[in-house]
């Protein structure tokens, strides 16, 4: 069974920064596109940023500007710095692979068990 371990989510005050980052296996990882959904109380899942086997990158307009994903391909693992964070960034975060549909929809084959993002005003 493929699997997605996200790590470092916590709680940081408004302005402060954090990563994450999630560990896939190679056959998960290889030439997939990588990316993290997050989901708020209340709210849907939603597209934060993604990026393709090739390096592309793509960002909900919410987070560009503040945000930066990257992955190693050496050690298949993805990456999401958050910086001047903000309460609304409060949420699930989670990291998935391998898109099955087009990079912000939720139609993706694996999916992390999340992990807990909390932003302090």
């Known amino acids: 069974q493929e699997q997605l371990v996200e790590s470092g989510g916590g709680l940081v005050q408004a302005g402060g920064s954090l990563r994450l980052s999630c560990a896939a296996s190679r056959r998960t990882f290889s030439g997939n596109t990588m990316g993290w959904f997050r989901q708020a109380p209340g709210k849907e899942r939603e597209f934060v940023a993604g990026i393709s086997s090739n390096g592309g990158l793509y960002y909900v307009d919410s987070v560009k500007g503040r945000f930066t994903i990257s992955r190693d391909n050496a050690k298949n693992t993805v990456a999401l710095q958050m910086n001047s964070l903000k309460p609304e960034d409060t949420a699930v975060y989670y990291c998935?692979?391998?898109?099955?549909?087009?990079?912000?929809?939720?139609?993706?084959?694996?999916w992390g068990q999340g992990t807990q993002v909390t932003v302090s005003s």
């Open positions: 998935v692979a391998k898109r099955l549909g087009p990079i912000t929809s939720a139609q993706y084959a694996y």
